[in-house]
Structure formats: structure tokens, C-alpha cells
């Protein structure tokens, strides 16, 4: 029974190799990355913007810290300084106008491109239409938007109770050290809820939830093997500011988001391996209704 399990695993991670190779995984994760360089700045500044009207201008900038902290550190300086330039310089009304237009257009555009990835790696066929595509996209950007604003809110909370607290309590203040370890969960929560819903919903047909959760798992196993690999790698061993000059910082963000649509990418062809091995390859949810 063993050998039959480690022989079957075997194959599961073949046929997940397999179908990265012959399904042009690196295209699409070059394409996502470029759509992705292409969306994040608006999409991040939009962020700013609604956690400053909502929260005020100070827990905007706690938020926009926090963002930064979640990605490695050479990529999070290089976002978050030319984040700080755009929102320096711009004009409020041109901001709201165009920008917004950029917004709607650039982050679709990247949700679109994900879409593609994961229906290649699932084997689904899109008919949707170009209108339900798109608005599905944006739903999904406003989501996380929402959620980024509702995060930052409760970092707004928290140092009020805990006020109270140390008022009357003053004895566990000391373990107030662990309330980061707490939000390192809440945004590892957040990234699986986030992947989730893209592996399950994104694709040309609803996935089901519990089909899709070894390859989220194997995503975030990757996503944190690659942010370290890659930080070793910008440190001892690369210097493309001796190749690119000032675009080396746009180089390394493109080289980490490609890295990152494959770990996503090796996760949806991990699911799909799984499920044409299992005894209900069927992984649509509407086959349990």
C-alpha cells in the first residue's frame, strides 16, 4: 500500500511537471508578471487612496508599510519609492479621472491574463462573455482592496484595546510580542483565502473549494521558497544594475512576479494531476449539488 502511494505520488508530480512544460506555464508567467508590473502600481495607489479617506492619512501610510513588509525587501523599496513618488506628484483631479480609467483597465487586464493561466492548467474552455470577464476581474480587485482597507482598519483597533488593557491588565502586556506573529497569520490567512478564491472561481468553471487546496498549499510552499531563494540570489550573486542601469528595479520586480504566477500556475497543474488521479476527476462544484 505504501509503495502504491509513493508510486502514485511520483506520478502526481510528474504529470504536474509535465503539464507546466507542455502548457507554456513560463508564457503565461512572463505575461502575468508584465500585466501584474502593469497593474500593481494604480491598484496599490487606489489602495492608499480609499484607507486614507476611510482611516486617515496616517493608518494609509501604516497600511501601505504593511503591504510592503509582505513582499521581500529589495522588491518592497523599489514598489513602495515609487508608490511615494506617484502619490507626491499627482493631481487630485486628473488622479480621479484618468487614474481611476487606468485602474479599471490595467487590473482587469492582469485578472484576464491569470484567468487564461489557470484555464490552461485546468483545461477548462472560456465562453464566457468579454463584459462577465471583466466584471468578475474587477470585483475580484475591489475585493482585496476591501480587504487591505478592513485589515488596516483593525491595526487601527487594536492599539486602542490594548491601551485599555494595559490600564487595567498591565500584567500580559509583556506578551504583546506576539501580536506580530498575529498579523504574520492573518496575512498568510489572507493570501490563502485570496488564492482560493482565484483557483476556484477564476477559472471558465467554479471549481470546487476542497479540489483546489493542495495546489493553494503548494503555491504558498513555493511563494515562500522563492521569496528566499530570491533575496540570496539578489544579495550574493546578482548585479543588474550593472546590466540594466535604472531599470534593474524593474527587472527585479518582473523577475519576482514571474516567479510568483509559477508558484500559482504549479499549483492549478498540481490539481489537476491529483484530480485525474483520483476516483472523482470531476473537480466542478456543481457536481456535489
Known amino acids: 500500500m505504501l509503495r502504491q502511494a509513493a508510486v502514485t505520488s511520483f506520478q502526481i508530480a510528474l504529470e ?3 503539464g507546466v ?7 503565461y508567467a512572463s505575461t502575468i508578471a508584465f500585466s501584474l508590473l502593469f497593474a500593481l502600481f494604480p491598484f496599490l495607489i487606489m489602495v492608499v487612496l480609499a484607507g486614507t479617506a476611510v482611516l486617515g492619512e496616517a493608518r494609509a501610510l501604516d497600511l501601505e508599510r504593511d503591504l510592503m513588509a509582505l513582499l521581500p525587501d529589495y522588491v518592497g523599496k523599489t514598489i513602495k519609492l515609487e508608490v511615494d513618488t506617484v502619490l507626491t506628484t499627482r493631481a487630485s483631479s486628473g488622479f480621479l479621472t484618468l487614474g481611476a480609467l487606468a485602474i479599471l483597465v490595467s487590473v482587469s487586464g492582469f485578472v484576464e491574463t491569470v484567468r487564461y493561466a489557470l484555464n490552461s492548467a485546468y483545461r477548462v474552455v472560456e465562453n464566457r462573455s468579454f463584459l462577465h470577464r471583466r466584471t468578475t476581474g474587477l470585483l475580484f480587485a475591489l475585493g482585496v482592496a476591501f480587504t ?22 498591565p500584567e500580559i502586556l509583556p506578551n504583546i510580542g506576539l501580536i506580530e506573529i498575529g498579523r504574520t497569520l492573518i496575512a498568510l490567512v489572507l493570501l490563502a483565502l485570496l488564492l482560493i478564491a482565484l483557483n476556484s472561481l477564476l477559472p471558465a468553471e467554479r471549481l470546487r473549494v476542497r479540489s483546489v487546496l493542495p495546489g493553494v498549499f503548494l503555491t504558498l510552499v513555493l511563494l515562500w521558497l522563492f521569496s528566499n531563494l530570491f533575496v540570496v540570489y539578489l544579495t550574493h550573486f546578482a548585479n543588474f544594475g550593472a546590466t540594466y542601469g535604472s531599470l534593474a528595479g524593474v527587472i527585479v520586480l518582473m523577475l519576482f512576479f514571474e516567479l510568483s504566477a509559477l508558484a500559482l500556475i504549479f499549483g492549478a497543474e498540481l490539481n489537476r494531476a491529483i484530480a485525474d488521479h483520483s476516483i472523482e476527476p470531476d473537480m466542478r462544484a456543481s457536481t456535489d449539488t
Open 16 to 18: 504536474t511537471l509535465r
Open 21 to 27: 512544460i507542455n502548457h507554456d506555464a513560463v508564457m
Open 148 to 169: 487591505l482597507v478592513a485589515v488596516a482598519a483593525l491595526g487601527l483597533v487594536v492599539p486602542l484595546v490594548l491601551n485599555v488593557v494595559g490600564r487595567y491588565m
